[in-house]
């Protein structure tokens, strides 16, 4: 599977990006999506994930009620819309997929920078 990210850029404190995940070479349908990110000097952490059917999502607290994840399975594409985007929200993201859990992942996308100013 080849993973393709895109969707980042630099927005304004308060508004708003949405980072798209298409996939390649295998369907997504049977992973478990999420989406990472990593800030300059911090380690790399999950956002946001979604179970093979979207039945179950997970959420980072710190982006609750600001993000959502979502799949098109049938387009093979992960979605991520972020509202009331923060500058400590800046990082390059990073779509990921496992078959198991996110202890094992499977595929990496490539990162797109999402830069917020104040």
């Known amino acids: 599977v080849q993973l393709q990210a895109s969707g980042g850029g630099l927005v304004q404190a308060g508004g708003s990006l949405r980072l798209s995940c298409a996939a390649s070479g295998r369907t997504l349908s049977n992973y478990y999506m999420g989406w990472f990110r990593q800030a300059p000097g911090k380690e790399r952490e999950r956002v946001a994930s979604i179970s093979r059917s979207g039945g179950y999502t997970y959420y980072l607290d710190p982006v609750k009620g600001r993000f959502t994840i979502s799949r098109d399975n049938a387009k093979n594409t992960v979605s991520l819309q972020m509202n009331s985007l923060k500058p400590e929200d800046t990082a390059l993201y990073f779509c990921?997929?496992?078959?198991?859990?996110?202890?094992?992942?499977?595929?990496w996308g490539q990162g797109t920078l999402v830069t917020v100013s104040s």
């Open positions: 990921a997929a496992t078959g198991r859990d996110w202890t094992r992942i499977d595929y």
